[in-house]
């Protein structure tokens, strides 16, 4: 399974566009990367995923690089009920897709 | 659809208990998945099944610790028997076959003194 790294933790005022970006060196052919948020006291939830370029959604931006070996994750205009954790995940469907969460990224959003 | 369902929300027992945690995943999907989370490790995956059967158990962290998938609509997760440093909130997650989300459940948070 491919490894993921991204920082432990990075904050940010309300009004910003936040990028969280994620290192996947060993990422294999058939992997997708996938975006999860976590509040306190829930379960993850699903933000975004892709594969290769660039995906939008209502909610953020997934930017793949050609060589797929990193993402980043564009949050546009956080507010406040934008803090949580965010977690990178590289899987294959022989994996369900998505299986190391790991401790993600803490994103701390301030007025 | 309810989403996925987790009973006890929260469970506190002593240490030598025996702790079942049940899961209803939302219906159709092919995977179903156990996640421990603690602030030590993050979201640890313990197990992972694939149309009932178990397809990777590596996560389990001993003898401890089964995992049973009877029919497509109930997963069980067993602590026998539990010790203080399974305190956790335990997650049960599931999908569809192909590159699509997993949907969580609420969590299960398990205290064991």
């Known amino acids: 399974l491919a490894k993921t790294t991204q920082p432990i933790s990075m904050d940010s005022y309300e009004g910003q566009e936040v990028n969280i970006t994620c290192s996947h060196n060993?990422?294999?052919?058939?992997?997708?990367i996938t975006w999860y948020q976590q509040f306190p006291s829930q379960g993850p939830r699903f933000i975004i995923q892709g594969y290769k370029t660039k995906v939008t959604n209502e909610v953020a931006s997934l930017f793949i690089p050609a060589d797929r070996k990193s993402s980043t994750l564009s949050l546009p205009r956080v507010s406040l009920s934008d803090t949580a954790v965010y977690y990178c995940l590289v899987g294959d469907s022989n994996s369900g897709y998505a299986l190391n969460f790991g401790k993600g990224t803490s994103l701390l959003v301030t007025p | 659809d309810a989403g996925v369902i987790q009973s006890p929300r929260h469970e506190v027992t002593e240490m030598g208990q025996e702790v079942t945690l049940r899961c209803k995943p939302i219906s159709g999907h092919d995977y179903l998945f156990w996640y421990r989370q603690t602030m030590m490790r993050g979201l640890e995956l313990l197990i992972y099944?694939?149309?009932?059967?178990?397809?990777?158990d590596s996560g389990m962290p001993e003898d401890r610790f089964s995992a049973k998938m009877p029919n497509a609509s109930f997963s069980t997760l067993k602590i026998q028997p539990s010790e203080p440093r399974d305190s956790a909130v335990y997650f049960c997650?599931?999908?569809?076959?192909?590159?699509?989300?997993?949907?969580f459940g609420p969590g299960t948070r398990l205290t064991v003194t």
């Open positions: 060993n990422i294999a052919t058939n992997d997708y």
């Open positions: 099944f694939n149309n009932n059967v178990p397809i990777d």
């Open positions: 997650a599931s999908t569809r076959e192909g590159p699509y989300e997993q949907y």
